[in-house]
Nanobody, 124 residues
Framework: QVQLVESGGGLVQAGQSLRLSCAASGRAFNVYTMAWFRQAPGREREFVAAVSRSNAYTDYADSVKGRFTISRDNAKNTVYLQMNSLKPEDTAVYYC?????????????????WGQGTQVTVSS
């Protein structure tokens, strides 16, 4: 089992950047594929990005490609989401998620563990 705690959210203006962090505790971090999801008010939770266990492979939603970068530091049990060129439509609660195994799934149901979320608000 793993516990996840996100941090780094906040209020920024369009075009600015934020870096989210997700600290994991519990079972060995490098057995989990990690991902970020987000949920805006009135909308379903959606996939943002995923990173493989070794940090060698990544996957992104089309809406964030070229602007967001996911990475992980297995020595620090932490996964990051660098968000650049933020847009108002990026406003949402961002969740860190973990799944046991090597496949980078984009379906939220494939992830076993979730953090509590961190709010990101982008003003125009």
């Amino acid at each position: 089992q793993v516990q996840l705690v996100e941090s780094g959210g906040g209020l920024v203006q369009a075009g600015q950047s934020l870096r989210l962090s997700c600290a994991a505790s519990g079972r060995a971090f490098n057995v989990y594929t990690m991902a970020w999801f987000r949920q805006a008010p009135g909308r379903e939770r959606e996939f943002v990005a995923a990173v493989s266990r070794s940090n060698a492979y990544t996957d992104y939603a089309d809406s964030v490609k070229g602007r967001f970068t996911i990475s992980r530091d297995n020595a620090k049990n932490t996964v990051y989401l660098q968000m650049n060129s933020l847009k108002p439509e990026d406003t949402a609660v961002y969740y860190c998620a973990a799944r046991y195994g090597s496949y980078m799934e984009s379906a939220s149901a494939s992830y076993n563990y979730w953090g509590q979320g961190t709010q990101v608000t982008v003003s125009s």
